[in-house]
C-alpha cells in the first residue's frame, strides 16, 4: 500500500522560500510519478507541479512556473517542492499525489494516491 507523508510547511513572509518534502511508502516509488497540488480557502484544488518517474521531466502552473522547482530522489523515496519569491496568493495547504500508472499529468483525477496536505501560509 501507498502512503504519502508531507512535511515543511510553515508560516513564512512575502519574498521568503520554503522546501516541501513528500516522503513516499512502498518498494516501487520509482515507478510512480509524482504531483504537487494546492487548495486555498474557498477555492478548488489546483495543479502546481509534476514530475516524471525518472525525474527527467517536469510540468508547473503558470502561476509557479519560475518560482518552483519539483525534484525527487528515487533513492529516498520521496519528492520535493522547492518555493521561492513566495507570495500571500501562495498560501494555501499542498497535497502530494502519486501517479501510478501514468506520466504525471495536470489533472487531478489522473492521482491515485494523496497525502494529507502541509499548510503554507504566506504574510505580506
Known amino acids: 500500500q501507498v502512503q504519502l507523508v508531507e512535511s515543511g510547511g510553515g508560516l513564512v513572509q512575502a519574498g521568503d522560500s520554503l522546501r516541501l518534502s513528500c516522503a513516499v511508502s512502498?518498494?516501487?516509488?520509482?515507478?510512480?510519478?509524482m504531483g504537487w497540488f494546492r487548495q486555498a480557502p474557498g477555492r478548488e484544488r489546483e495543479f502546481v507541479a509534476a514530475v516524471t518517474r525518472g525525474g527527467g521531466s517536469t510540468t508547473y502552473a503558470d502561476s509557479v512556473q519560475g518560482r518552483f522547482t519539483i525534484s525527487r530522489d528515487n533513492a529516498k523515496n520521496s519528492v520535493y517542492l522547492q518555493m521561492n519569491s513566495l507570495q500571500p496568493e501562495d498560501t494555501a495547504v499542498y497535497y502530494c499525489a502519486a501517479d501510478l500508472w501514468g506520466t504525471g499529468t495536470m489533472k487531478m483525477s489522473d492521482y491515485d494516491v494523496w497525502g494529507q496536505g502541509t499548510q503554507v501560509t504566506v504574510s505580506s
Open positions: 512502498g518498494r516501487t516509488f520509482s515507478r510512480y510519478a
